[in-house]
């Protein structure tokens, strides 16, 4: 069992459904963010997605890629983010996922990632640009090291592949709500529920849904048919808006927010 596993134990157990929350590492500066994650904690956070700064991301919408461009130009580097989580993780007792792409593990080197992150206090890793077919390195790397990999799973994913990459995951499996990049939308696909039903069909993992998530309302919906809710962009456009001074008390209230909505989801 790791960390991650039993996070969502004690969710089942009490009857929840857990709050993943995002955020870029660096932005506005590493010396902000130990604040910005306390607080992601104080208002109700599980989990972390602790994102990389990378300079390609791909995946990422307009609000996710300047949070990466001010990380970099503040100097975040993966070896960094790994050193501030090594000093800060004692603070934070929920499991910290490393979310980023391969590019960065891969020049770091895959076994001394998975090593030093392990060391640092991280629970697992998210890489949004490596398919299963291309997994193998990292996943044994992490596998020595007990950490979790999550994967992604999309709307368009059949579910003979959803499956296939279920059964080479562990931690949970993350289920993108919407096509294309993260941001925070207005209406989310009402067919995400079934989509999301057929794919807990064939796993026993946790199933965490996120991309488009913004508002109470939808994380309450959200929360009726998953195990999770995943919210980012949201949470990183507070960032931005507010800096350094304001920042962790309006991340907080709205962490705050989104988790006493989901308490009233009907399940």
Known sequence: MTRIDD?????????EVGFVAYLTAGDPSLAVTPDLLR???AGGADLIELGVPFSDPMADGPVLQRAATRAIAAGTSLARVL???????AELPVPIVLFGYYNPFFRYGLDAVARDARSA????????DLPPEEAADLSAALARNQLDLIRLLAPTTP???ARKIANAASGFLYFVSVLGVTGARRELPRELEELVRRVAAVTALPIGVGFGVQTPEQ???IAGFADAVVVGSAIQRLV???GAAGAPARVEAFVRSLKDGM???ER
């Open 39 to 41: 607080a992601l904690v």
């Open 159 to 161: 579910i003979t592949r």
């Open 263 to 265: 308490r009233a989801a």
């Open 83 to 89: 050193e501030m989580v090594a000093e800060r993780r």
């Open 219 to 221: 994380a309450r919906w």
């Open 121 to 128: 206090g991280v629970d697992g890793f998210l890489c949004v």
């Open 7 to 15: 996070t969502f134990a004690a969710l089942r157990a009490r009857r």
């Open 240 to 242: 931005e808006e507010h």
